[in-house]
T-cell receptor, first 111, second 114 residues
């Protein structure tokens, strides 16, 4: 079946550092890929998405490119802020299926 | 504003008691979902509904029940058969169950056992 693997956290960075959170997936066909963010005590918010190979999703300074050849969808941001501290989930959605989530990666940004 | 409302935010259950978590959306979405999140873990699908009066079991449906009598409402009942109900429960909806459609989430209900 489909699966999503994320790097284990927590990831601890200083403010203005470069962020990469790795995400790889296993799926048949042509899934859509998503990044969600969860702030403490809240639900998930859609951060960005990509629906086909080589698409780049972007939002709030975050970017991720759908790489079919490496089955990856790594999340990047050039300069993180304290307010970016949260848990980030990579997910995929395949035809006829629901969302499949990775285990989440906690990001902690220190001033 | 359109969105998904889950209530209550915190809920306590006694042993052997059924409890119902509310989820309402005014986004006019056809599909709705319930997930369970345990500490430090990802989300697991409990039930989903692609249309009114229809719903399907997810990966961990045992000990849970749902109904979908109205498009905007998808309540989840945690029954006494669910032996480890303490978790954070998230409701979501999407325009349809299509591949490209993202899911929009409520703020969750945290259920604890007394």
């Amino acid at each position: 079946g489909d699966s999503v693997t994320q790097m284990e956290g927590p990831v601890t960075l200083s403010e203005e550092a470069f962020l990469t959170i790795n995400c790889t997936y296993t799926a048949t066909g042509y899934p859509s890929l998503f990044w969600y963010v969860q702030y403490p005590g809240e639900g998930l918010q859609l951060l960005l998405k990509a629906t086909k190979a080589d698409d780049k999703g972007s939002n709030k300074g975050f970017e991720a490119t759908y790489r079919k050849e490496t089955t990856s969808f790594h999340l990047e941001k050039g300069s993180v802020q304290v307010s970016d501290s949260a848990v980030y989930f990579c997910a995929l959605r395949n035809a006829g299926n629901m969302l499949t989530f990775g285990g989440g990666t906690r990001l902690m940004v220190k001033p | 504003d359109g969105g998904i409302t889950q209530s209550p935010k915190y809920l306590f259950r006694k042993e052997g008691q059924n409890v119902t978590l509310s989820c309402e959306q005014n986004l006019n979405h056809d599909a709705m979902y319930w997930y369970r999140q345990d500490p430090g873990q990802g989300l697991r699908l409990i039930y989903y509904s692609q249309i009114v009066n229809d719903f399907q079991k997810g990966d961990i449906a045992e000990g849970y029940s749902v109904s979908r009598e109205k498009k905007e409402s998808f309540p989840l009942t945690v029954t006494s058969a669910q032996k480890n109900p303490t978790a954070f429960y998230l409701c979501a909806s999407s325009i349809s169950a299509g591949v490209n459609q993202p899911q929009h989430f409520g703020d969750g209900t945290r259920l604890s056992i007394l």
